[in-house]
């Protein structure tokens, strides 16, 4: 009678990096909806129905979780980093739009997480320490000049620029057109940080110049960063520490 | 002996928000510097010394945390929402890189903490949930035109933006005529949100058109989200959900 939906971030996959609220949430569920690998995150327990369901069915996923809580179940939705970014918050609230007007009326919160590029950032050191900008490459969803246009923009205000879903086995080439746009526009020498799978027994950082960078470095897994041109490194023992200064000098 | 320096996010101010990995180095932390505010936020227990220090000295503060660490003791430097956003760790790396060779031999980590733009869109709906991009509207740091020019290259770009710091007492013209900016180049029904202090006591939100905007909405506890061309409001019994869908069609 009282059902409600909770639009879930579960951060990169370091349960340390899911908020205390993300938990409770969780704890209260009568129902998890979400991608097969994020909802096995969530541990089994009497009572919590699990719903997993494969990639690209977002919307019919969201209707799941609305009519459910429309039943009066308790739903959480769980997506890996911010539900809010290039995640399930927005596919939900899609199928709300198109749905029957009741749905309107549902208790529906959206309970932030720690998103792959500040995830990947901090590993780094402080790489998008001033303004910067976030890119889905994936051009499943929207034209490739679309990408193209914004990436050409996003170098032009010299932001850092988070570059996520940069590859996938069945778009290899959208990624390798992205570095060529790169290196016609910034010099060899632009900071690149390639993280995989951070926070993760998977995880792999790597710092190199884009002269270095190839296609192969990225897949699904990877967010990858690249800096302004102010984007320092300071070398020493191990890995270098990547940032961007907050100043710019007048 | 074995000293180390963590630069930790608070998130935007409900406890609840906190991850249990800034909660754990809290736990084991000697010493705690950070703005006052933030700094205060930390409760206090025997043999925590805390370090408060005022605004616009964050490289002083950087400096003091770095050297007690190298004494040995365990550092926590606090930032509200993620310390990698406009936040402490770029002025950290910034007082390492120009400081005494050993302090690069230190244990530093950067914990990733909700940033204030991650809080306002996920109490708004999903209005960042597209591309997009976070820009500081302070000038104390860099010359207005920087700020001027990327405005224009986002919206060109058709980003939703997320400004940071968007006005303060001693600087009140520069979100007028970032405003104005908005006004010349987006259409009148542009949707803006304007977010205060999400998850304390004093939060506010605010969702309008861009033709009903004025400079006095916003203060420096506002994160002011503009969004996309595309940025849609689902209209509902009290306050609408707003969200940029996923996909653009081609």
Redesign the interface.
């Known amino acids: 009678m009282s059902g409600w939906l909770a639009i879930a971030g579960l ?1 990169p996959g ?8 993300v938990t ?1 949430a969780l704890a209260e569920a009568t129902d998890v909806v979400g991608y097969i690998p994020y909802v096995a995150r969530v541990a089994d327990r009497p009572g919590l129905v699990k719903h997993p369901s494969d990639n690209r069915v ?1 919307i019919d996923r969201s209707r799941l979780a609305l009519s459910l809580a429309r039943q009066g179940r308790r739903v959480v939705v769980v997506s890996s980093g ?5 995640a399930m ?6 199928a ?2 198109a749905g029957p007007p009741d749905w ?2 549902l208790d ?8 792959a590029m ?2 990947a ?3 780094a ?12 490459l994936s051009d499943n ?3 490739w000049a ?1 990408v193209e ?2 990436l050409r ?2 170098i ?4 850092a620029i988070a570059l996520y879903n940069p590859r996938s086995a069945s778009r290899p080439e959208g990624f390798e057109r992205a570095l060529d746009l790169l290196r016609e526009t910034c010099e060899p020498t632009r900071v690149m940080i390639f993280a995989r799978a951070v926070s993760t027994p998977d995880e792999s950082l790597r710092v190199i110049a884009l002269s270095e960078a190839t296609s192969g470095m990225a897949d699904m897994r990877t967010v990858v960063l690249v800096g302004s041109s102010a984007t ?1 490194i ?4 191990g890995r270098p ?1 990547v ?6 000098p ?1």
Chains 1, 2 share one sequence.
């Open positions: 951060g370091d349960d340390r990096l899911v908020t205390p609220e409770a977002e911010d539900p809010g970014v290039f918050a927005a596919a939900v609230f899609e709300l739009e309107r009326a529906i919160r959206v309970l932030p997480g720690i998103t500040l995830a950032a901090a590993r050191g402080a790489p998008l320490g001033h303004d910067f900008c976030a890119i889905n969803l929207k034209p679309t246009r914004r923009l996003s032009e205000a010299d932001f320092r300071i070398p020493r023992e520490l940032y961007t200064p907050r100043s710019e007048a």
